[in-house]
């Protein structure tokens, strides 16, 4: 499985961007699909993922603001990013794979990962 994702760039806080990211290969391996992020000198973390079935979750810090959604037939998800923090500032990974329920939220149930992309969310 393949991913690439698009949509980052510098947005000023308050600001809103869209990321997408689209699978490619063998995409039947998969049930789930996400997004993780990574600011610098810290851990890479849960954005938002969800799994077949319509079972989704969020990270604590982006509840309320982001939403993520997918459209199955072009196999890509989107996350929409609305009320942008400084914080958010970070590398947004797609991630994919095929989680259990109970480890939704854990970064090594998903096997395939996507190059990155930069969202920056100046003050």
């Known amino acids: 499985v393949q991913l690439q994702a698009s949509g980052g760039g510098l947005v000023q806080t308050g600001g809103s961007l869209r990321l997408s990211c689209t699978a490619s290969?063998?995409?039947?391996?998969?049930?789930?699909m996400g997004w993780y992020r990574q600011a610098p000198g810290k851990q890479r973390e849960l954005v938002a993922v969800?799994?077949?079935?319509?079972?989704?979750t969020y990270g604590d810090s982006v509840e309320g603001r982001f939403t993520i959604s997918r459209d199955n037939a072009k196999n890509t998800v989107y996350l929409q990013m609305d009320s942008l923090k400084p914080e958010d500032t970070a590398v947004y990974y797609c991630a994919a794979g095929r989680p259990i329920l109970s480890e939704i939220r854990t970064s090594r149930m998903y096997l395939y990962w996507g190059q990155g992309t930069l969202v920056t969310v100046s003050s």
């Open positions: 969800f799994i077949i079935g319509n079972w989704t």
């Open positions: 290969g063998n995409t039947d391996s998969i049930n789930g």
